[in-house]
């Protein structure tokens, strides 16, 4: 029987330096014990966030050349988790994104109901025996973007509020809320373009370029955060105004 010597684990050279042995008594902190139930919550969520950046991915090319669809910057006040109520687990965390087009600029937030019924009373919206603060929520972000927006471009602009449900369980509506468009994200695209043309698409493009800047997010937004000079409609960085004796 041949016995061959044994050989080195391979890995990456050390060009001629002495390889360092691995000290079996290395302070290395020990992975923290995780529960099951944790486990699969964070597995979840995790497949939740990753159907909603598929759903964003999809808006982009739903909306067509018309629509500019910007995702929301990732900032801690920007993060929001449904739920939290003791004794219940908490909802996958909301997302959405910004839509800016010939109807104006719209602060889109998606939901994820999956097959259970979502009911609609107003303000109130309940999936499974849970009422969690979509509506509020999506005021408050349409409220966010139109501040950092204004104070970048030194003027007061309207961003209305969208909530889209995704999933495949029926909608039940007893009465609208106010300030909130409701829909589904099948019913999206068309329910954006029902809103008419307020703006030019050269004024929807200085907006989307306003609102890609990550500068105008951080901390509290002040003109000229957004890096370009903001002139109204019609107008060029040329014109003068009209002088009157």
Same mark, same amino acid.
């Given at each position: ?98 839509? /800016? %087009? ?6 889109? &937030?998606? +939901?994820?109901?999956?097959?259970? #019924? =979502?009911?609609? $009373?107003?303000?109130?919206?309940? /999936? %499974? ?6 509506? &509020?929520? +999506?005021?408050?972000?349409?409220? #966010? =973007?139109?501040? $950092? ?97």
């Amino acid at each position: 029987m041949t016995v061959y010597p044994d050989r080195a684990p391979l890995g990456r050279p050390t060009f001629g330096r002495p390889a360092q042995p691995v000290s079996p008594s290395t302070d290395v902190a020990p992975a923290p014990r995780v529960s099951p139930l944790a486990w699969a919550r964070q597995r979840r969520t995790d497949r939740a966030l990753r159907l909603m950046s598929a759903t964003e991915d999809r808006a982009i090319h739903r909306l067509g050349r018309d629509w500019h669809v910007i995702e929301w910057p990732h900032l801690p006040e920007l993060a929001r988790t449904s739920g939290g109520e003791p004794g219940k687990p908490k909802q996958p965390p909301a997302m959405g994104f910004m839509a /800016i %087009g010939p109807g104006g600029i719209f602060s889109v &937030s998606l +939901a994820q109901h999956g097959r259970s #019924r =979502v009911l609609i $009373a107003g303000d109130v919206v309940q /999936i %499974g025996g849970r009422r969690p603060p979509y509506i &509020s929520q +999506a005021r408050r972000d349409a409220k #966010r =973007v139109a501040k $950092a927006i204004s104070a970048a471009i030194g003027q007061d602009v309207k961003v209305f509020a969208v909530l889209a449900f995704l999933g495949s369980g029926p909608i039940s509506v007893n009465g609208l809320p106010k300030e909130c468009i409701v829909t589904s994200f099948r019913e999206l695209d068309r329910v954006l373009e029902s809103t008419g043309s307020r703006i030019s698409h050269a004024t929807a493009a200085k907006l989307s370029q306003v609102a890609r800047n990550p500068a105008i997010w951080v901390n509290q937004p002040y003109p000229g955060a957004s890096g370009y000079t903001w002139h109204p409609e019609g107008s060029a960085p040329g014109d003068k105004g009209t002088q009157r004796g």
